[in-house]
Every structure is written in structure tokens, then in C-alpha cells.
């Protein structure tokens, strides 16, 4: 048998190498991949299933399931955890059973003003907006605060005139009314003896028959509406985002936790990325979402635990009310709110979608 000769075995031995190198590489590529996940929530609140009618619960989880497929094929194309999180909020925003964007109540004034925040985990950077009011998607517009402007918050006419700037969709005050949210704010109104304003410019006419419409719900099930998404990408990278029309019948251009960095929003890579929806003077004083966070960066708690020790233990303690939603980069998903109920939903790439109401869901 004819010998091989030095030169053609080395160059075996090198394809042999090269070829067990590759295997090692697509193995370790395959190691690295992260599993996309999302958590969102849509308010909290005194929601029972006593207060809510069946059809009005198949809307509201409807409702959440068609964010979360939003935000789910963002990230199973390979999307980043920003784009799945503005993709779903703008769905969010525009369904009017929660209270964002269309379909968020209504100041005391009969102005609809919208709050919003976005973080992005990998480098910190953040943007938020507060007191919107001509912009259709107020998520997207902190997301161009953060990412087109030297700023961090822009609050009011600014706000809007950054959005315009930045050519992001513009509409009529009155694009953000509901029938419902109007007569909430009616009905908060006359309790208070305050002053009704004048129904706003291009709104529908009355109901011809003069009676309220049907409330879904009991008038205290949004009392801390907000929407929220926080969402992992196979990068490894998390992300949190937050929008809210804030209190019904606010006074005085009152701004809650949702916008506030820290508060009621906050992501980064180094422990975890929250939304909050509550009562929005707790959530800041006790900056809810970073201690969250800094509990899994520096006391190395498990997210869920994390959550429940500001939920359930500090906000209570405080007589606060409300819940967040948490996600890390290794894929811990968790909830937490003191509330009866809770709109949210969560899903984890190759799992099942669970999506809960009621307290007694899991």
C-alpha cells in the first residue's frame, strides 16, 4: 500500500481540525442563542369576575393576545426586544379596552393626556414623554426621545412638536375619545361636584337615547389603568415600555410613575426590565422598578421573589396598590400585584401563551 506522504497528511489532520472546530462553534453559537420571551401587562385594578360581563373578558384577552403575537414575531424573525415592545404597545394603544392611547380617560379638563416611557437594557438609554396629546402612539414617540434626541423626557406642546419633527403620526384630539372614558370622567366629575367640560371638538354626538353605555367592568377596574411590555430577544437583550392616559378627572397636568425611569419603567442588562401599573405617588417615592432590579443585580434574588418583596411587602406596607411585570436576560419571568386583578399575559419561545385576569389565575 502506497505510503502518504508528510504534506498530505498534515493537510488531513487541518481538515480534520477545521471541520472539529466548526462543530465546536455551531455549538457554542447554538448555546449562546437566547429564547425570546415577552411579559406585558394591561392595568391593574378591582377586576372580578363578578364586574365583568363574558364578552367583555374574551375582548380584554383578545385584546392581550394580539399584542403578544405582535411582539412574538418581532422576536422570532430575530427582532430586537425594542421593536417587539413598541410593536405590541402600539397595539395596545390603539384598542380602546385599556387605557392608552385610544381609549384613555380623560383629565379633569376633557383633555386625553397621554404618558410613555421605553428603555433599552443593552446600552441604558431611555426616552419618555408626559402630557401627549396629538400624538397616535405615544410609545413610539419616547422611543424617538431616546433615540434622536440628546433628552431623556419631553413633556406637553414640546413633546408633540418633537413628534411632528420626527414625522410620527399626528391626529385630532378627538381621536382619542370613547363613549365610555367621557362618561367616567362625567361620572367622576359630579361626585366631586366639579364642572363639566364642554364635550370635545369632533367627538361623536351623544347617545341618541340620553343613557349612559354599558360599562364593561366596575368603575374602579382602571382606577390604575396602563399598558406594558417588557421582552428578551435571542440576543440576550431586554426591554421595557410603558404608556397610560394616567387617572380619570387628573387635575392639574398630574403625571404618575408610568414615564418616570425607574418608577414605573426600567431595563437593564445587568439584572432585569420592569412595567408597573399602580398608584403612581407609591411607585415613585419607593422607585419600584429599580429596586426590583437592584434586588437581582445586588442581592442576587430570584426575580419573582424580588417582585414580591416591593409588591407584596414595601408597596403594600405603604397602602400603595398595583403590580408590575419583570423579565431578566436568562429568561425569568415573573408578575406580581396587590390588586384583585391584573390584566397580562406572558410567552416564552417554544412555550405555551398564558394570559390572566383574575387573581385565582396563575
Not at 351623544?206 to 435571542?234: C, I, M, N, Q, S
Not at 434586588?295 to 396598590?321: C, F, N, R, S, W
Request: include cysteine; charge should be neutral; proline fraction near 5%.
Amino acid at each position: 500500500m502506497k505510503q502518504l506522504s508528510h504534506s498530505v497528511i498534515a493537510g488531513m489532520v487541518a481538515i480534520a481540525a477545521l471541520g472539529l472546530l466548526s462543530s465546536v462553534s455551531r455549538a457554542q453559537s447554538e448555546q449562546s442563542r437566547h429564547k425570546w420571551a415577552i411579559v406585558m401587562h394591561g392595568g391593574a385594578g378591582v377586576i372580578e369576575r363578578s364586574s365583568m360581563s363574558p364578552k367583555a373578558e374574551a375582548e380584554y384577552r383578545a385584546g392581550l393576545k394580539q399584542a403578544l403575537d405582535a411582539a412574538a414575531a418581532v422576536l422570532d424573525k430575530g427582532g430586537s426586544s425594542l421593536d417587539a415592545v413598541e410593536a405590541a404597545i402600539n397595539i395596545l394603544e390603539d384598542d380602546p379596552h385599556f387605557n392608552a392611547g385610544r381609549g384613555a380617560v380623560f383629565a379633569a379638563d376633557g383633555t386625553n393626556q397621554l404618558d410613555a416611557a421605553i428603555m433599552d437594557g443593552k446600552t441604558m438609554t431611555a426616552g419618555a414623554v408626559a402630557d401627549v396629546q396629538r400624538t397616535r402612539h405615544p410609545i413610539s414617540l419616547a422611543r424617538a426621545v431616546m433615540e434622536k434626541s440628546p433628552h431623556v423626557f419631553l413633556i406637553g406642546e414640546g413633546a408633540d412638536a418633537f413628534a411632528a419633527h420626527e414625522k410620527l403620526e399626528q391626529v385630532p384630539r378627538s381621536f382619542f375619545f370613547t363613549e365610555r372614558r367621557w362618561q367616567e370622567l362625567v361620572r367622576d366629575l359630579t361626585k366631586e361636584g366639579q364642572p363639566i367640560p364642554l364635550r370635545p371638538e369632533g367627538a361623536p354626538a351623544p347617545p341618541a337615547h340620553g343613557k349612559p353605555v354599558a360599562f364593561y367592568e366596575t368603575p374602579d377596574a382602571h382606577k390604575w389603568g396602563t399598558v406594558g411590555v417588557v421582552a428578551l430577544d435571542r440576543n440576550g437583550n431586554i426591554a421595557a415600555g410603558t404608556s397610560t392616559g394616567g387617572l380619570s378627572a387628573k387635575r392639574w397636568n398630574r403625571v404618575g410613575d408610568s414615564p418616570v425611569i425607574g418608577a414605573g419603567t426600567y431595563a437593564s442588562n445587568q439584572s432585569c426590565a420592569v412595567s408597573g401599573t399602580g398608584t403612581g405617588e407609591y411607585f415613585i417615592r419607593l422607585t419600584v422598578a429599580r429596586t426590583i432590579c437592584a434586588l437581582v443585580q445586588y442581592k442576587g434574588m430570584p426575580l419573582q421573589a424580588a417582585a414580591d418583596e416591593v409588591i407584596q411587602k414595601q408597596l403594600t406596607a405603604m397602602h400603595g396598590d398595583g403590580g408590575i411585570i419583570a423579565l431578566t436576560p436568562d429568561g425569568q419571568m415573573a408578575w406580581s400585584f396587590n390588586t384583585p386583578g391584573m390584566f397580562r399575559a406572558k410567552l416564552a419561545e417554544g412555550g405555551t401563551v398564558q394570559i390572566g385576569i383574575y387573581r385565582d389565575e396563575p
